[in-house]
Nanobody, 118 residues
């Protein structure tokens, strides 16, 4: 089972910043979409941000709760990042990297914990 490898989570104070990184193995092949999700205990995993690999017109998508604070970026198809600024306690969650390949097969990372607390 091919798995994505995340890093960059941790503890940060409200108003602080973190940058999450996700390495995508080249064995997955060509990608359709790269994204970040998050999940809190007792809740479903929710989309945070996504970027379409092939699209040049509207490649980026953000959840409403992002409110301009987060930025998703990628390094071709080998890595995807999530820059998170002005973090709030309600952003505390496990963050997961996700990709769809060109056949719409799912690949997930193991998750990285983000805790926003003073």
């Amino acid at each position: 089972q091919v798995q994505l490898v995340e890093s960059g989570g941790g503890l940060v104070q409200p108003g602080g910043s973190l940058k999450l990184s996700c390495a995508v193995p080249g064995t997955i092949g060509r990608l359709y979409r790269m994204a970040w999700y998050r999940q809190t205990p007792g809740n479903e995993r929710e989309l945070v941000a996504s970027t379409l690999v092939a699209s040049t017109s509207r490649p980026l998508n953000y959840a409403d709760f992002v409110e301009g604070r987060f930025t998703i970026s990628r390094d071709n198809e080998s890595a995807v990042y999530l820059q998170m600024n002005d973090l709030k306690p309600e952003d505390t969650a496990v963050y997961y990297c996700h990709v769809f390949d060109s056949y719409y097969r799912n690949y997930w990372g193991q998750g990285t914990q983000v805790i926003v607390s003073s």
